[in-house]
């Protein structure tokens, strides 16, 4: 970045959505654009996740633009599932091709941004000391970029080495003959815990809440499936952008009380043969009604007990104590089957917390259990957690770490009252991390570009919600969480629950991403309501 350089908008990120704002912004609109990333290259989630057993839980044929025809036909997904190599691979691609990395700054951290009233425009610095300004600020920081490790005391004394699975050494890390303690068992630990434990001399795996998880059953994808996914892009596009989640699949229309309890097992075992996210669209009321969810949450829990061969480490494992899917559904390779190893043993810390972390290990209550390695597989700080690290001062140099101490306050998760001209992608109280990323992505980006076209068109300097929309659209997101059994697992990271002293609040819009969508559309159409576009 050049010292003192004006450009008309700054993108902090060069993940998904930073390279396609960036493309939008400067190709589309003819904007002079630039996106500054943290990390050393793009990829986003895929740069920094390079844990063992890292892999995309959506399938490669929707986890991918759907901008482009010509791009879906340039590009060959090789498993079902891609995984972070291919990943990258895949947006190297799309850099190449629309020679997007001309304008990406890598290592440059954006640490504030402050609105200049009467220039109107934000003032950007970086962890350098590096400084621009921009009349358009666009955040594409992602939702889970802010890894979390927790507050173990004793951890800066811990003489082996720890690692958390977001910021994992791109050199990887040798586990052969080592006593490797894991905690956490979300969406990572459980892809992480059986590559681990192929290699090292025990693991031993923290649990504090069990959870369910359905194989993913990847595997290499048949050439028919891959000319089939080519030929057939405009109806995988039309299914995904038309969802309530944003994957190529639809939630079948019965509830679980139109089929017979036979029919149900016989649907249950179908959909467990076949793998992954689809388990959940088996039935439509899963997420919103208990006994319906009930009847899943129990098949599931058969299969661990079935696959568990120790009854005590089976029992810790189906004590499961929220509905399924109310948390971010893991799916797995061999997740259960790796406690059947010799070399694996589980603890439960809802039985036996830790303590501390000593010289040689972790301390839970009862015991000392020596390790030469620890690995956080424990989150992050989500959807709020990049935005706040980062000193964002709007109108009267109001900050929005203060603004948003009670919980985030957004209008539709794409701008903040109090800060003009700054939009979120995927930012908090939109569907975000409740679909298959890309699509609402996608959906965010065009969104944006369109709003910015609009109000350069018209002469428009500053655009910013009014503060009766952002907290009426608050509501909603809390009305549309309270609808689904979402709202039942508080101690989800979907409130925050992970991050001590965040506030409890559930952040993400759970009405669906084909109803956000006409939302959104709906109200460009009418003007751009609850927006104001101010020409002086
Ligand atoms: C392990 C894991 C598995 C996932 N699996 C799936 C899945 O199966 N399906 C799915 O849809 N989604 C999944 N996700 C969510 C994933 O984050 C999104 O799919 C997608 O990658 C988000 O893209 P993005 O560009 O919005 O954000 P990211 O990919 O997170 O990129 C954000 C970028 O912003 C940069 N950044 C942040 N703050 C700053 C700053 N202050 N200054 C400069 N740069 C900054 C970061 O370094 C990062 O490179 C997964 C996430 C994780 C962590």
Known sequence: MVRGTHLDAVIVGAGFAGLYQLLCLRDRLGLKAQVLEAGGDLGGTWYWNRYPGARCDSESHAYRYFFSRELAEEWESTERYPGPAEIRAYLDHVARKFDLRRDIRFNNRVVSAQFDEAAKH????????????????????????????????????????????????????????????????????????????????HLTIFQRTANYSVPARNAPLAPEFQRWTREHFEQIREIAQSTVNGHAFRIEERNVADVTPAERQAIYEAAWEKGGLQFRATFKDLLTDRAANATAAEFLKARIRATVKDPATAEALADIDHPYSAKRPPIDTDYFETFNRPNVTLVNL????????????????????????IVFATGFDALTGPLL??????????????????????????????????????????????TNMPVAIEQHVEWITDCIAHARRNGVQTVEPLADAAREWGERVQEAARATLLYDAKHSWYFGANV?????????????????????????????????????
């Open 122 to 201: 934000w003032r950007i610095e970086t962890e350098s000391g590096e400084r621009c300004t921009a009349t358009w600020l666009v955040t594409a920081v992602g939702c889970l970029s802010s890894a979390n490790v927790p507050t173990i005391p004793g951890l800066d004394a811990f003489k082996g080495r720890w690692y958390h699975t977001g910021q994992w050494p791109h050199e990887g890390v040798d586990f052969r003959g080592k006593r490797v303690g894991q905690i956490g068992t979300g969406s990572t630990g459980i892809q992480a815990a059986p590559v681990i434990a192929e290699t090292a001399a």
């Open 350 to 373: 809802r039985k036996d917390p830790i303590e501390r972390i000593t010289l040689q290990g972790i301390c839970t209550r009862t015991q000392e259990h020596p390790l030469d390695i």
């Open 389 to 434: 690290r980062m000193d964002i001062r709007g109108r009267g140099a109001r900050s929005l770490r203060e603004d948003w101490k009670a919980g985030p306050e957004t209008y539709l998760g794409l701008q903040v009252p109090g800060y003009p001209n700054f939009f979120t992608i995927t930012g908090p109280g939109s569907p975000s991390v409740l």
């Open 500 to 536: 001590p002293g965040k506030p409890q609040v559930f952040m993400p819009y759970a009405g669906g991403m084909h109803r956000y969508r006409k939302i959104c559309e709906g109200i460009a159409a009418q003007g751009y309501q609850g927006f104001v576009m101010a020409r002086a």
